[in-house]
């Protein structure tokens, strides 16, 4: 049997006692970083052994575990923090154990993207995760687009490096949207500062961001919805060459929304 195990984000006392039991009695633990892992296991005198599983041999090391498997070892899964498989490696394991049938599971624990989100205070209904943001303005301008339009909270990884100029993009766009900035979730200095753009961007250029770091986005007004459904059609123009036509058509298939309503909007109706 294989199982992904959800393992703390920064409070080693985050586990499960599953977790814990499914981590003893397993012949072998894969590890994103065994020395990264070692720290938990140690903590819990957990002696197995280990086998890096990292994104760069996660597909050369698939026919070994395989076999493992199909011989009827147990087979533990972890990532450096969090539950494995969210913008962590698994995907391609899983897939195959779906392909051949062979049994797995996943124990459920931290997962920074959700506890993000229920310190935010935004709506909890409707969510998208989108993973990490683009470095890259161009594609970063894209993306910010589509969240600002979605009709629920947008969660993103963002780095503290990246995080000003992610804040003054956002500016630019919806300088009033709502915003959170989750901080070092479960460790000392945790945070969950909320804010406009311009808001944060004040505080973080005084305390310049650390640690990890989510963003989340609330979900707009309808009028700034509308706004932004404008903006997208003429993006959609501007970098995919399309008619108006064919960007109404597009962006209502992006956002969920009737063409007809696109259409009024789009011109004025
Ligand atoms: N699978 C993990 C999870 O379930 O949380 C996420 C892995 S992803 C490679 C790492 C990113 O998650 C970090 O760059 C940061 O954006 C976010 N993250 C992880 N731990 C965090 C924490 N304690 N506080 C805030 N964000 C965190």
């Known amino acids: 049997m294989l199982i992904f195990i959800a393992t703390p984000i920064g409070n080693l006392e985050d586990i499960s006692?599953?977790?814990l039991e499914t981590l003893?009695?397993?012949?072998?633990i894969l590890c994103e970083d065994t020395r990264h892992s070692q720290i938990l296991l140690q903590r819990y005198s957990i002696q197995k052994p280990l086998l890096s599983f990292h994104q760069f041999n996660e597909k050369e090391r698939e026919a070994r575990i395989l076999a493992d498997l199909r011989e009827g070892k147990t087979i533990s899964v972890?990532?450096?923090?969090?539950t494995p498989l969210i913008s962590d490696p698994g995907l391609p394991l899983v897939q195959a154990c779906i392909r051949e049938g062979i049994p797995f599971t996943a124990i459920p624990?931290?997962?920074?993207?959700?506890?993000?989100?229920?310190?935010?205070?935004?709506?909890?209904?409707?969510?998208?995760?989108?993973?990490?943001?683009?470095?890259?303005?161009?594609?970063?301008k894209e993306t910010l687009h589509t969240l600002l339009f979605y009709r629920g909270t947008s969660i993103a990884f963002e780095s503290p490096e990246r995080l000003l100029s992610t804040l003054s993009a956002i500016e630019a766009l919806a300088p009033e949207r709502e915003l959170a900035v989750a901080r070092e979730l479960t460790k000392k200095f945790e945070e969950c500062r909320r804010g406009t753009a311009t808001e944060l961007l004040a505080h973080f250029r005084e305390c310049a961001p650390r640690g990890e770091i989510v963003l989340l986005i609330r979900a707009g007004s309808p009028p700034e919805t509308e706004i932004d459904l404008?903006?997208?059609?003429?993006?959609?123009?501007?970098l995919h060459g399309l008619s108006t036509k064919e960007a109404i058509r597009a962006a209502a298939k992006l956002k969920g929304v009737p063409k007809s309503e696109v259409y009024r909007i789009v011109h004025c109706i």
């Not at 972890?78 to 969090?82: E, I, P, R």
């Not at 624990?109 to 303005?137: H, M, N, W, Y």
């Not at 404008?230 to 501007?238: A, D, N, P, S």
Request: proline share 7%; charged share 25%.
């Open 17 to 19: 006692g599953r977790a």
């Open 24 to 28: 003893k009695a397993s012949d072998l």
């Open 78 to 82: 972890l990532s450096d923090a969090g």
């Open 109 to 140: 624990g931290p997962c920074s993207p959700i506890l993000a989100l229920s310190l935010s205070g935004f709506e909890t209904d409707r969510f998208q995760f989108v993973g990490f943001l683009p470095r890259e303005k161009g594609p970063l």
């Open 230 to 238: 404008v903006e997208m059609v003429e993006l959609l123009k501007e």
